[in-house]
């Protein structure tokens, strides 16, 4: 019997999920959720499964209707005073 490298199906579902919280601040690059469809980007955030910061600045979530009356809650990002903000 041979063994695979990498993580067994068992680990790999602790490491799924959201990172981060409401209020929390962020640096540019933080990933904020990996493999979910559950949360979009929204303001200052990017991606599709790893949604990832483009800003520093502080967490916050907003809910909106979807299609056929689905929420949607989107992660935002309120950008600090004396970071730039993405072009």
């Known amino acids: 019997m041979s063994r695979r490298g990498g993580?067994?199906?068992?680990f790999y579902r602790e490491t799924?999920?959201?990172?981060?919280?409401d209020g929390q601040?962020?640096?540019?690059?933080?990933i904020l959720t990996r493999q979910g469809n559950k949360w979009r980007p929204g303001i200052n955030v990017s991606?599709?499964?790893?949604?990832?910061?483009?800003c520093d600045g502080t967490?916050?979530?907003t809910k909106k209707k979807g299609a056929y009356n689905k929420t949607l809650t989107y992660i935002?990002?309120?950008p600090d005073k004396k970071a730039k903000q993405p072009k």
């Open 59 to 61: 967490i916050y979530f």
């Open 16 to 21: 799924r999920g959201l990172k981060i919280s």
């Open 76 to 78: 935002n990002i309120k």
């Open 7 to 10: 993580t067994t199906a068992k």
């Open 47 to 54: 991606g599709r499964s790893h949604v990832f910061a483009l």
């Open 25 to 30: 601040s962020v640096i540019t690059g933080t």
